[in-house]
């Protein structure tokens, strides 16, 4: 029993329940980073020239993603008697992305290699965009620093999925008295 709670506004459980079991769903998505980092891109002059808008960076959108892999950067191969393997797709080489986006460059990098950097060298790579640098500190204040931008959701542990969760919420504007239940504290 809960004494007190007519004094929040909100109460917000964080637990160590799975997020999702679906591959499209990665860090960057989840934490809402990829929106901001899609946004940037298309905003470059070349992205502008070819017409490409957000959607064209989205793995999981039918305008951006790579129509071999579907975007998801690798093909599964099923061997009878072992366990299935990933091997990077042809096509984009694990950019999960089709030509065109690819050839999109921020400071060198296309979006797929975004994909594969740590939280920590992604906000070193976006130190000049706020925006998108506030919300990779979050991620780095709950000591999830060393996850990749483009790591499935399905392949966090409980603690990972907690302090993402955590994260997420310390990422949003403030939204008054909340009351946050954390079922197993983390530091």
């Known amino acids: 029993t809960f004494y007190g709670l007519e004094r929040f506004e909100k109460v917000i459980t964080i637990d160590q329940s799975p997020i999702g079991q679906t591959a499209r769903a990665d860090v960057s998505t989840y934490s809402e980073i990829q929106p901001l980092i899609r ?25 951006g ?3 071999t892999c579907w975007g998801l950067g690798y093909k599964t191969v099923d061997l009878q008697f072992l366990p299935s393997v990933r091997v990077p797709c042809e096509s984009c080489k694990g950019g999960r992305l089709n030509p065109i986006s690819l050839e999109i460059r921020y400071k060198e990098k296309h979006f797929g290699q975004i994909f594969q950097m740590s939280v920590q060298e992604s906000a070193l790579f976006f130190a000049n965009i706020p925006k998108i640098v506030k919300r990779l500190k979050t991620l780095e204040s709950v000591g999830l620093s060393y996850l990749k931008l483009g790591q499935e959701i399905a392949s966090l542990s409980g603690g990972e999925a907690q302090r993402l969760r955590l994260s997420r919420e310390l990422a949003k504007r403030e939204t008054g008295k909340t009351l946050y239940l954390i079922d197993e504290p983390t530091v």
């Open 39 to 63: 946004s940037l891109f298309a905003s470059l002059p070349l992205a502008e020239a070819k017409g490409l808008r957000p959607g064209h960076f989205s793995p999981n959108h039918l305008k």
């Open 65 to 67: 993603m790579c129509r």
